[in-house]
């Protein structure tokens, strides 16, 4: 018997970025599992053939490069193509980088805006269209480094920072048909080979560190208009409090 969630949950139509790996992975999983038919885009193509293994059904793949205007088109095709409509979109892709001032090269800025920002830009242009028709949603995958930086982070940090703007701008040009919304993870453990320590859980308000998991229930409660259809424009802080920590150097 399928769950409540499973059951309450509309059918419908997803792009998922970043796809194959990490949280996009994990949100690819979950939509899946929510009877939801998804369009899977990643570069890497042996991570996505290895995804399409290990699910059954409602999946079709795109390798491609998010910062190339060309896979945004050949995406939303996709899904028109396989499915007949396109419910909503999730750009998840992106990249870190860091390295000192000095050392920051302008290709090495230029590429990390390009895949984090500027694929969400390519994206939405793309789908609104078919985005308008379905009522749709887009969720862009920020980052609490838009609202905090470590040193040495400013094309990752900047990028984030651009995608919480350029989601309420989206929200305010697509209004009334298309909800856009983003989520700032804070840590989020996406690699199983590395290890945690107690002092990585202690840390955080909610006693652990993130899952890819929590992402991507929040992910699919936003793209469910039934449950969040009165949320647009925002940028949902997810991060187990640290945000919000007060912290001290004695």
């Excluded at 293994?53 to 939303?76: I, K, N, P, Y």
Aim: glycine share 10%; proline share 2%.
């Amino acid at each position: 018997m399928a769950s409540v969630q499973e059951r309450e949950t509309p059918s419908l139509v997803v792009l998922v970025t970043g796809a194959a790996r990490g949280i996009g992975r994990a949100i690819t999983v979950r939509c899946l599992a929510a009877n939801m038919k998804v369009v899977a885009v990643d570069q890497n193509e042996t991570a996505l053939e290895r995804l399409s293994r290990e699910v059954s059904g409602g999946l079709v793949s795109l390798v491609g490069d998010v910062a190339r205007q060309e896979t945004a088109g050949a995406a939303v095709a996709r899904a028109i193509e396989s499915f007949g409509k396109l419910d909503g979109i999730v750009s998840n892709a992106g990249i870190f980088q860091s390295a000192p001032l000095g050392e920051t090269t302008l290709d090495e800025w230029r590429r990390v805006l390009d895949v984090n920002l500027t694929a969400s830009f390519l994206l939405a242009r793309a789908g609104e269209r078919a985005l308008r028709a379905a009522r749709g949603s887009i969720v862009l995958m920020a980052s609490t480094r838009a609202l905090m930086s470590e040193p040495d982070t400013f094309a990752y940090s900047a990028s984030k920072g651009g995608l919480v703007a350029l989601c309420h701008s989206l929200a305010a040009s697509l209004t009334p048909d298309v909800r856009v919304n983003a989520i700032s993870p804070g840590w989020i453990h996406a690699r199983e080979d590395e290890g945690l320590r107690e002092e990585d859980h202690a840390q955080h308000w909610a006693g652990r560190v993130g899952r890819p998991a929590d992402v991507a229930e929040l992910v699919l409660y936003l793209l469910d208009g039934e449950r969040s259809g009165f949320m647009t424009g925002a940028n949902l802080v997810l991060d187990g409090g640290m945000t919000r920590k007060m912290l001290y150097v004695e």
